[in-house]
């Protein structure tokens, strides 16, 4: 048999990666700002040159920012809404979105479905947590979500730490557990005329059913979400 | 009244957008390398140094691309299925998508809606070319699209140039309109039960209605999509 060939992984990439994990971890946390080049040059022991190739990549990926003659800063956090947008349906589509407000509507534990399972990378009928909630615009019911979360991993997920976090679940999962959401991937259908979610929409109702994937900076599977809109009311927007 | 505040671009910023309009132009074609850095250096009477800087840039914006040790090229065509895919819908999303084949039904004259003629800036009922076509996969009808451009800029379009480009539109448009596809916005919604595109469905079908807006490489618009989409069938992915 052939032995494995190494993989060799140039200086600035280890640096990187280790900035990467640092900030995933909550080493510095949003809106603050890294040492100085020379300061992590040193703690690494390696050049400056080496330090500045490593946040240059980090800066264009959009894990952190630079402010001229500030210093380097961890991007804020990541928004449920920064890939994708709600508007009003008889909109031509170019107005400003929708304000989305979420409303808690429960907190459990479940059971991975196959296709959770699949997306997660979770065996099947593992444990799960199950997020759902209502989504309001302008204090209007236009749908509801329902995210599923590995139980292993965020089992100090409960309600009040969602009130804490105003609802923003990805600005949850970074700060209490270290785990940070850097892209999403989407499915869209029409929801069958005989689906029906876990609540009731008017009838008739013609519904966009959204399922989102959300992966970390790795690209890892973190959260498994399915959201129904009622398309009379809105149109989700993908930027 | 303040006179206007004059407006500095750096050089390379100038540079930059001339290779970009060269580009759009068809001066260098998909795939076709650019003179040496020296040579353009030459030509614009600028330093190698700005033509790098405007070669990076358009390199991170993803019109060129290079290739260690033989130079910079013109990146590909943009792809009508570069941002997305369509997948089998009984799939768990995570194959394989699948080869859309587009078969073209008509290629006429019409007048702009009112939500096309915002989308692409036109007036109201300003001419426009229509362009309608069957989406297939493996054989099978999955849905329709139209797609609606300004009868001016794209007057020549003709069924003979869509079949010429095998039906890949964003590829013709670059070719032999000069305008290059450089992003798309989406959005979506359940097509209401009782909503009839031109052609039919089977009856019941739950149609997912997705509304693709194509911009040029300055962020003007180019093409107006409309597509329905069986979701018995096909889900719908972004990527």
């Known amino acids: 048999m052939s032995s494995p060939r190494p993989v060799f992984q140039p200086l600035y990439l280890q640096v990187k990666r280790y900035l990467m994990e640092a900030v995933s971890a909550g080493e510095w946390l949003a809106d603050e700002s890294l040492p100085s080049e020379y300061t992590l040059a040193d703690r690494f022991q390696v050049s400056q040159g080496t330090v500045r190739k490593a946040l240059d990549a980090l800066v264009a990926e959009g894990l952190l920012l630079r402010r001229q003659g500030v210093g380097t800063f961890v991007a804020a956090w990541p928004d449920e809404w920064q890939w994708s947008a709600l508007c009003a349906s008889g909109d031509d589509g170019l107005a400003a979105p929708e304000r989305v407000e979420p409303e808690l509507l ?79 991937q989407e499915w869209f259908v029409a929801a069958p005329a005989d689906e029906e979610p876990w609540l009731r929409f008017p009838e008739h109702s013609p519904l966009l059913r959204v399922m989102r994937r959300a992966c970390d900076l790795e690209g890892l599977p973190v959260e498994w979400r399915r959201m129904w809109l009622d398309s009379r009311l809105v149109q989700y927007r993908r930027l």
Not at 117 to 144: F, T, W
Not at 171 to 179: K, N, S, T
């Open 106 to 184: 429960s907190c459990g534990r479940g059971v991975a479905s196959e296709r959770a399972s699949d997306m997660l990378q979770l065996r099947r009928n593992a444990p799960v947590r199950l997020v759902r909630r209502q989504l309001r615009v302008a204090g209007r019911m236009v749908g509801y979500e329902e995210s599923v979360l590995d139980a292993e991993r965020f089992d100090r997920l409960e309600p009040r730490l969602i009130k804490q976090y105003g609802g923003q679940m990805y600005r949850l999962y970074a700060a209490e557990f270290g785990v940070r959401v850097g892209g999403v």
